[in-house]
């Protein structure tokens, strides 16, 4: 019999990497896999059905926090209850055999599921949420008890790199022992890109691109990145590719930019995420990718996001700030660069106008190097093996 799987997360899945790969992984082992996420505002909520039979059901559930009088906030409370209620009967309905929660935010429908459904749980810890950059005491000290609280109820428990393992090893104990699934990237055949990134930023095809890619948060050093670009020396600009609460901060500092430093191109340009499939094609185009987090919180100090396997796996070398696991995988491949420890917009600057030609060229092999030996099919070989065990 195929056994089911269901996944809960608290977003649209859409542009969710991890999620989606993870899904399809298991769909090409032979299971039965159902996605059960938010709907945004005005997003169809009926039923979508991807490659490989995934399935994904999304709910309405408001992702804002509450805010106003105590009536207000009684109220988006309400309809959060409500939300959560959606998103319960939307995972009975799929029969799982095993819950998988991605992220601290659905744990408590899995022990809600363990208890009522009688199905397994897999706990998908994608970050260390009690030292996220952006978590405050109180949230920090709520997440904490929503781990302390819902450890029962997790047969087994994924991670994102070893450090991060290390650490629930030992701030809660009565977790499962981790399973690290890296956010690594199919490994793709060599791409011929098509000057679509170049256009969308309206730049001629000689400027050379510092991308970044991905949420335009706060915490992520993008403020001094925009401050960089002032100071790049022709052939090179800037080009942030997402969305995110900086979003306007960082277009009126391009526009100001723009005015200030007489050029044929803008040094600073900010443009629309990509679809997820076609983001290689897009990422292609850069000539660096920057991952210029800054220490704020274990969780960044530890981290190892998508796009340090996004940008390698486009043939596209990384400069990332100076932390353990990212330095990990970075100096073992030869993939990129170090920022110093204590980067400015001005060193920031110097270091990329110095890269020569052939730097990028041992760079840009290593990419390829990572994306042979550090790719998904390896990495998804961790999660299926995590299900045949709790399957058998």
């Known amino acids: 019999m195929v056994a089911n799987i269901c996944s809960v997360v ?3 899945v859409s542009s969710d990497t991890r999620v989606l790969k993870q899904a399809h992984a298991l769909a090409r082992a032979g299971r039965q896999v159902t996605i059960v996420g938010v709907a945004e505002p005005g997003q169809d909520q009926s039923r979508e059905v991807l490659a490989n039979g995934v399935t994904i059901r999304r709910c309405a559930y408001p992702l804002s926090a509450p805010h106003g009088g105590a009536a207000r906030r ?61 978590a405050g005491p109180a949230q920090a000290r709520r997440f904490g008890r929503i781990h302390r609280a819902c450890a029962w109820a997790c047969d087994g428990f994924v991670t994102i790199n070893p450090s991060i393992a290390a650490w629930y090893a030992e701030n809660h104990p009565r977790l499962p022992p981790a399973v690290v699934v890296m956010n690594a990237a199919p490994a793709l055949p060599a791409i011929r890109y098509d000057g679509r990134l170049h256009r969308a930023a309206g730049l001629p095809p000689e400027v050379k691109i510092l991308l970044f890619q991905g949420g335009l948060k706060a915490m992520r050093g993008l403020e001094e990145v925009a401050a960089a670009a002032g100071h790049l020396p022709p052939p090179w600009a800037v080009v942030m ?37 076609e983001l290689p094609l897009w990422t292609a185009g850069a000539a660096v990718g920057l991952i210029p987090y800054l220490k704020r919180g274990l969780n960044h100090w530890y981290c190892t996001p998508n796009k340090l396997w996004e940008y390698p796996s486009a043939g596209v070398p990384v400069l990332a700030s100076p932390f353990p696991e990212m330095m990990k995988l970075i100096q ?39 994306m042979a030996q550090e790719n998904w099919a390896k990495q998804e070989q961790h999660l299926l093996g995590l299900y045949q065990r709790l399957l058998a």
């Open 10 to 12: 608290l977003n649209s």
């Open 74 to 134: 009684l109220t988006a409370l309400g309809r959060k209850a409500r939300g959560m209620l959606a998103m319960f009967q939307a995972i009975r309905r799929a029969r799982p055999r095993i819950l998988h929660c991605h992220d601290v935010y659905t744990l408590p429908l899995g022990a809600a599921a363990r208890g009522l459904l009688s199905c397994r749980v897999v706990y998908d810890a994608h970050e260390i949420y009690e030292e996220a950059a952006d």
């Open 241 to 277: 590719m997402g969305h995110g609460e900086l979003r306007e901060p960082l277009a009126r500092t391009a526009r100001d930019l723009a005015k200030k430093i007489g050029r044929p191109h803008p040094p600073l340009t900010l443009i629309p995420p990509a679809p997820l499939a």
């Open 332 to 370: 073992a491949h030869g993939f990129g660069w170090a920022l110093a420890p204590d980067w400015k917009a001005e060193s920031l600057a110097a270091q990329v106008a110095g890269l020569r030609p052939q730097d990028l060229d041992r760079a840009r092999e290593g990419c390829g190097r990572l």
